[in-house]
Antibody, heavy 122, light 107 residues
């Protein structure tokens, strides 16, 4: 079965770029029709979709973050990545990667990674 | 963006009670509505897909219903391990959005 695992620095300074990687095992990010996604959750708060990357590389970002976000893939490593620039304390959150089928009517997130806490602080 | 509003925000219940959580969308989303369970320190887990479809391995006491703008997650005969926060999620229109969550506390 497909498993996802986030990795990256747990501490980022304000105004710098947050960079995270999601490593996928048990399946290829290049095959099938899926949305490879990043979702975040500030402590004690709800879930926010950051963006999606369709198999093949097309992306869609949450308008609230669009000017600061890039999601990309490295098919040779079976990974996809998140870059969020100009971070502030408001970007402190647990960041999850997740997969959703792309077929209409089947677009739910499953599976999810375990999540990684990123703190923005000097 | 499609805002999803869950109610209640919090519910304290006794084991074996029935729990009902509602999720309302500001516009019709058909059945593109999914439910997740999140326990403290864990990632969300898919509970119900497409409003009412069950997920393999999820106990049958979890039931979903609804279409259009109004949806319900019902937990029949609550078990102690059901203490968690429950989220609805719509994938009808980008950006996909989540409800604010409903925390279910076991008395």
């Amino acid at each position: 079965q497909v498993q996802l695992q986030e990795s990256g620095p747990g501490l980022v300074k304000p105004s710098q770029t947050l960079s995270l990687t999601c490593t996928v095992s048990g399946g290829s990010i290049s095959s099938g029709s899926y949305y490879w996604s990043w979702i975040r959750q500030p402590a004690g708060k709800g879930l926010e979709l950051i963006g999606l990357m369709y198999t093949g590389g097309n992306t869609n970002y949450n308008p609230s973050l669009k000017s600061r976000v890039v999601i990309s893939q490295d098919t040779s490593k079976n990974q996809f990545s998140l870059k969020l620039n100009s971070v502030t304390a408001a970007d402190t959150a647990v960041y999850y990667c997740a997969r959703a089928p792309a077929a209409l009517g089947e677009r739910w997130f499953d599976p999810w990674g375990q999540g990684t806490l990123v703190t923005v602080s000097s | 963006e499609i805002v999803l509003t869950q109610s209640p925000d919090f519910q304290s219940v006794t084991p074996k009670e029935k729990v009902t959580i509602t999720c309302r969308a500001i516009q019709s989303i058909g059945t593109d509505l999914h439910w997740y369970q999140q326990k403290p320190g864990q990632s969300p887990k898919l509970l119900i897909k497409s409003a009412s479809q069950s997920i393999s391995g999820v106990p049958s006491r979890f039931r979903g219903s609804g279409s259009g703008t109004d949806f319900t997650l019902t937990i029949n005969s609550l078990e102690p391990e059901d203490g968690a926060t429950y989220y609805c999620h719509q994938s009808s229109s980008l950006p996909w959005t989540f409800g604010q969550g409903t925390k279910v506390e076991i008395k």
